[in-house]
């Protein structure tokens, strides 16, 4: 009977290309933006969120409004229209309303989202044949997701054109609980305390995984503070070299010569 051997342990150092759902050609799109090795996808941090924490009945969405809702999927279907366009659309129903969800030119989520599975939806609401919800953000949670009384604080993330803010969210969250034990604080606790920020794996986790517009503040601070730290450090240490006493360069008097002259 033989045993598989297992595969190398994934670290701060390893490169992206190894990272589970990466693979060369996302690797080289990573690459773009500065991302090499796992601790990059750790360091790139969302450059803005959208608050999706508080949920809104689907009874109380009105043209004109954006809103965040959570319902479940009763309907859906592929539409196609005469200029060759095809929508995805679905109904979905809270314990308020229903409300028809529309996805132009993204015939494929028709293979994704299953009837019954509850979309967390945050978008604007207009009018069109009736109430329709056009979300720019989408988060499936499945049919299991009874119980869910609050929404989430998604993280947008720099992006480059063939890998999307929301493939980089998808990576971050699928390795952020392996990496984030291997990430150590280097600053003194005392140093932090007085700043009033946190440690950098609590700070890397509120910034990626926030549950409120408060916590991702929070852990931007801790970022923010390094990088301020650290340039007055500089800035100290620059100083206090141009204060050192130097030697000069030594010059033999000759005086009886100059007098001749």
Known sequence: MSTR??????????????????GPYRAELLRKLGIVVARD??????????????????ASAEPGMDVTVLGTVISKGVIPTRKGLRIFQAVIRDDSAMIEVSWPGQPFLDR????????????????FHGRQLQPREMVNLGPDAEGMAEGRVLSVYPATE?????VIRSLVEAHLD????????YLPTETLKRAGVPPLPEALRLVHRPRSIADAMRGMSRLAFEEL???????????????????????????ALTSQL
Not at 178 to 185: D, I
């Open 112 to 127: 994704v989202i299953k009837k019954d599975d509850k979309l967390l939806l945050t978008g604007a609401v207009r009018f």
């Open 41 to 58: 996808l750790l360091f790139h941090v969302p450059h803005r969120y959208e608050d999706a924490s508080t949920i809104a009945p689907i």
């Open 162 to 166: 063939g890998l999307s803010f929301k």
């Open 5 to 22: 051997a297992a595969g190398p342990a994934i670290g701060l150092n390893t490169g992206v290309v190894y990272l589970k759902g990466v």
């Open 178 to 185: 392996t990496l984030l034990p291997l990430v150590t604080e």
């Open 229 to 255: 730290f650290f340039v007055h450090i500089l800035h100290r240490r620059a100083r206090d070299l141009a204060r050192e006493t130097r030697v000069g360069s030594a010059f033999t008097n000759r005086r």
